[in-house]
């Protein structure tokens, strides 16, 4: 059941990637090419929970090293939320260190009966485990 916080709904959902696609800006596989590098990329996420939806990203991703990275992207994401349909677009900021995926994201559109859809929330995954979303929205 979705929590309250500050006025706002919490939704929670585990994160199950389906798909992963990531290069270099020279079309290399990101994991074919050692130490500093930029990438962009894609990935299929289904989440399950509050969040019932699929959602397509796409990103950035900068590599000081092989063991790090910071990232940014979008990802549209559908399907049900508490119970509405629709779709909405996220903003991640964030990175990987020490084996875990970790990130921030901000609503910046949605539509269906999710139209109106505001809110920031974390993901996080650690290595070899579900992902945690956690979106604190307020749907007017």
Same mark, same amino acid.
């Given at each position: 059941?979705?929590?309250?916080?500050?006025?706002?709904?919490?939704?929670?959902?585990?994160?199950?990637?389906?798909?992963?696609?990531?290069?270099?800006?020279? =079309?290399?596989?990101? !994991?074919? *090419?050692?130490?500093?590098?930029? &990438?962009?990329?894609?990935? +299929?996420?289904?989440?399950? /929970?509050?969040?019932?939806?699929?959602?397509?990203?796409?990103?950035?991703?900068?590599?000081?090293?092989?063991?790090?990275?910071?990232?940014?992207?979008?990802?549209?994401?559908?399907?049900?939320?508490?119970?509405?349909?629709?779709?909405?677009?996220?903003?991640?900021? =964030?990175?990987?260190? !020490?084996? *875990?995926?970790?990130?921030?994201? &901000?609503?910046?559109?949605? +539509?269906?009966?999710?139209? /109106?859809?505001?809110?920031t929330g974390r993901i996080t995954w650690a290595r070899g485990e579900p992902g945690r979303f956690e979106l604190d929205y307020d749907l007017s």
């Open positions: 059941m979705p929590g309250k916080l500050r006025g706002m709904t919490t939704a929670q959902a585990d994160a199950g990637m389906k798909s992963w696609d990531e290069h270099t800006w020279d =079309g290399k596989r990101y !994991d074919e *090419v050692t130490g500093p590098k930029q &990438t962009t990329g894609g990935m +299929t996420v289904a989440y399950t /929970g509050d969040l019932e939806a699929v959602g397509d990203q796409r990103f950035v991703m900068s590599y000081p090293d092989d063991d790090s990275c910071v990232s940014t992207g979008y990802e549209v994401v559908t399907g049900t939320l508490n119970g509405r349909n629709g779709s909405f677009v996220l903003h991640h900021t =964030g990175g990987f260190r !020490d084996g *875990v995926a970790d990130g921030t994201f &901000t609503v910046v559109s949605a +539509t269906g009966d999710l139209a /109106g859809l505001t809110g």
